[in-house]
């Protein structure tokens, strides 16, 4: 990937100026039948400004919501055109549901943008984040049915450790040393 094709993302954390965006994003997923991974929940969310509050509550120690872990939301927005191309999530920490099968990175490629790269664009963002958050070795998961997200996560550099059933499915869970 040239230089040029690798730095066509920037991650910019949301606020009130993207709202519209982040909506087209979410119905864009509905209308796919597709699952927002890596977007914090934004799927369940009633409107922009809840999931907002939500995602500010969930940055910090002393106020991420009950049964979460701190965590910071990333918009992943093209340079060239400010369009919003993706989603990442990186928890600070793993409790015991992100151990098995959330891991320390989640992300989403909008439907209408996939099959660029962005997903490993983001995937390299999303680790350097993680190094200036000093973690060492992080954990990425995909459905073990997503050769694409498992492609991703191999290209960024993730070995594969094991399989893990979850409902009628497998989570593939791969770490990822980021070196410090």
């Not at 954390?13 to 979410?26: G, N, Q, T």
């Not at 989603?87 to 959330?102: E, P, W």
């Not at 660029?116 to 350097?128: D, T």
């Not at 973690?135 to 594969?160: F, K, M, P």
């Amino acid at each position: 990937m040239s230089t040029e094709q690798r730095d066509r993302l920037e991650l910019i954390p949301p606020d009130e100026c993207w709202a519209a965006a982040v909506w087209a994003y979410k119905t864009e997923f509905e209308e796919w039948g597709d699952h927002l991974d890596g977007t914090a929940d934004l799927g369940a969310a009633a409107d922009f400004p809840h999931w907002l509050a939500d995602l500010r509550a969930d940055a910090g120690p002393d106020t991420v919501r009950p049964g979460r872990v701190p965590a910071d939301t990333f918009l992943a927005v093209r340079r060239s055109d400010r369009r919003l191309v993706g989603m990442v999530n990186i928890r600070h920490a793993l409790n015991d549901y992100l151990f098995q099968f959330g891991g320390h990175i989640g992300y989403s490629v909008r439907p209408g943008e996939r099959r660029k790269g962005y997903a490993k664009e983001m995937l390299r963002l999303a680790l350097s984040k993680c190094k200036e958050l000093q973690l060492d070795r992080v954990l990425v998961t995909c459905d073990s049915e997503n050769e694409a997200s498992a492609r991703t996560i191999r290209s960024g550099g993730g070995v594969l450790e094991n399989r893990v059933p979850e409902g009628d499915r497998f989570t593939e869970r791969y770490w990822i040393e980021v070196g410090l």
